[in-house]
């Protein structure tokens, strides 16, 4: 049997079994295409074609295909080399695919003004061109001015550059208008995440995703390596490709100097116990936030040290003439008990955590940078302080920070928390169902929480109606969350009686909310008279 399964067909619906039961709604574009990477992988997230910004894009999906595009693409090739679930490639699409969308097919004008063009023949003819040609006249060559502005055709407005026989004419040129066209680009997109593109991983040399390679003609160059590109960072760097500066390797931390003890996986339980209040950062090199927060780090440990630098003498006192100014203090044993009195306000420490992994796991280091407090060597829980101002206040009064605030799926709200293992079903008792996807971190969900929950609380006691919430951060969410496509925080859906509806783009506020269901009730309402008046 043959089914038409182009969108304006609303009577069918695609259900996915596996293992016999019942897996979860199709709810993916209906092409050919799509079909298949879905029934590859289920779990899988959409193809990026699928997104309608990303139109502009060239989706390459075999090897066939790359080959074939370099083959016969005379223009600049941009290829990004991705794989699905990697998230600094979902960070990226967006804005190479709207780069896509402003270098397809445009030119570039520095000024307004008229679209003519003077073309010299001699010193006294002239004609019009309805389109910049940009080619020198006849019988003449570019050669050096003697005014000390640069020589060529794009010095527009006047003769600069034009010989005739050598000798310089002056030509009164109409254009008025520096406009140039850029070179074509293409901007493409090549999932290469399966083994079967092991060979282009390797001829690209693609150690990690994205790898952006730049092409011209057909011909390899180098790679793009600003990850953390805009869309106008990238059309930019098209206008004058350049490789890649060598990479002047960072100074690990520790070999800077300085007033933080640097600890490793030997020396850490000795140093915790021979200082009294240490405060240990567990830091990460390629961690953003950490390297934001380390002067401020550094600078509170230089307040610190200034206070009290103590040591101890293993052999006899030499003489004070041989050593740098300093204050001896001799003290009967306990020794210990001097250097707690002196350090007062105690010490700051760090800890590479990628290189001293046993101490990582140990703490159950899992996010950067973490903040430890030991006292007389016992471990104590410490606020996250990022300032040399906070640093240094809570270091001369330790105090055990406040108990975390509950999180949202612990609050008494009129929310419903959902998680992979109830969502369908429970959605399928609602008529309506407005779901929302966060991450906890995020701070626009956190700005928005407040408001969805409020609007929980607006409808909780209308039976068809539910507002829901799925923490995709949990490890038991991740594949639900890939199901529904949810690409960004905080994303929300609209469900009716547990299948998909639509996207809500609207207003993120109690108002906003409550006017959409409340639109979705008064439908039904409409629909319920229209039956009675029927009968």
């Known amino acids: 049997m043959k089914v038409d399964l182009s969108p304006k067909d609303k009577k069918v619906e695609l259900f996915h079994y596996q293992d016999g039961a019942f897996h979860t709604e199709y709810n993916r574009a209906v092409t050919f295409k799509s079909l298949v990477a879905f029934l590859k992988d289920p779990k899988g997230p959409p193809l990026w074609e699928e997104d309608p910004g990303a139109k502009d894009v060239v989706h390459v999906d075999s090897e066939k295909e790359f080959r074939r595009l370099l083959k016969k693409e005379e223009k600049r090739l941009l290829m990004m080399f991705y794989a699905p679930w990697c998230s600094m490639c979902k960070r990226m699409m967006p804005h190479f695919q709207k780069a896509a969308t402003q270098m397809r097919g445009h030119s570039v004008s520095e000024a307004p003004g008229p679209r003519s063009e ?28 003697g005014d000390g502005h640069e020589s060529g055709l794009r010095c527009c407005g006047q003769s600069k550059g ?7 004419f002056s030509v009164k040129v109409w254009l008025q208008v520096h406009t140039f066209a850029l070179p074509s680009q293409v901007l493409a997109g ?44 990238i059309v930019a760097w098209l206008k004058n490709p350049q490789p890649p500066q060598p990479q002047v390797p960072e100074t690990p931390w520790a070999d800077e100097g300085g007033s933080v003890y640097h600890l490793t996986d030997e020396d850490f339980d000795q140093f915790v116990k021979e200082h009294s209040s240490v405060l240990v950062m567990f830091h990460a090199p390629w961690c953003g936030h950490c390297k934001k927060m380390k002067p401020e780090f550094e600078n509170a440990a230089e307040v610190l040290h200034g206070e009290a630098d103590v040591s101890f003498l293993s052999s006899p006192l030499p003489p004070f003439s041989s050593k740098d100014s300093g204050v001896f203090v001799v003290t009967p044993p306990p020794y210990e008990s001097c250097r707690t009195f002196l350090e007062s306000s105690g010490v700051l420490a760090a800890v590479d955590a990628t290189v001293n ?39 001369q009064n330790p105090e055990a920070p406040p108990p975390p605030e509950p999180t949202w799926e612990e609050q008494q709200t009129s929310v419903l928390h959902l998680a992979g293992d109830n969502f369908r079903e429970t959605l399928k008792k609602k008529k ?7 991450a906890p971190w995020c701070p626009h969900c956190k700005k928005v929480i407040p408001h969805f929950t409020a609007t929980a609380d607006v409808f909780k006691d209308d039976r068809k109606i539910a507002c829901a919430a799925v923490d995709c951060v949990k490890d038991k969410n991740q594949d639900l969350c890939q199901q529904e496509a949810i690409k ?15 996207k ?24 319920q008279g229209k039956k009675k008046e029927e009968l």
């Open 162 to 168: 034009i010989m005739h026989l050598g000798a310089l």
């Open 118 to 145: 003077t073309v010299v023949h001699d010193g006294g003819q002239s004609e019009t061109r309805k389109k910049p040609s940009w080619r020198a006249p006849e019988n003449t060559v570019q050669g050096p001015t």
């Open 190 to 233: 090549m999932n290469v995440y399966p083994s079967e593109f092991e060979n282009i991983k390797e001829e690209y040399n693609v150690r990690g995703y994205p790898t952006i390679c730049y092409f011209e003609k057909g011909r390899f160059l180098f790679q793009y390596d600003n990850y953390g590109s805009t869309a106008e960072d």
């Open 432 to 438: 309506h169902t407005m779901v929302m996807f966060y």
């Open 488 to 502: 960004g925080y905080p994303t929300f859906h609209y469900y009716h009686y547990g299948k998909f509806a639509e």
């Open 357 to 395: 992994k046993a101490l990582a796991e140990r703490f159950h280091i899992s996010e950067f940078p973490t903040l430890k407090y030991f006292k007389n060597g016992e471990k104590y829980a410490a606020p996250m302080l990022r300032t040399k101002k906070k640093i240094i206040e809570w270091m």
């Open 504 to 527: 809500y783009d609207s207003d993120r506020t109690e108002l906003g909310f409550t006017n959409f269901i409340r639109t979705l009730r008064e439908g039904d309402y409409e629909r």
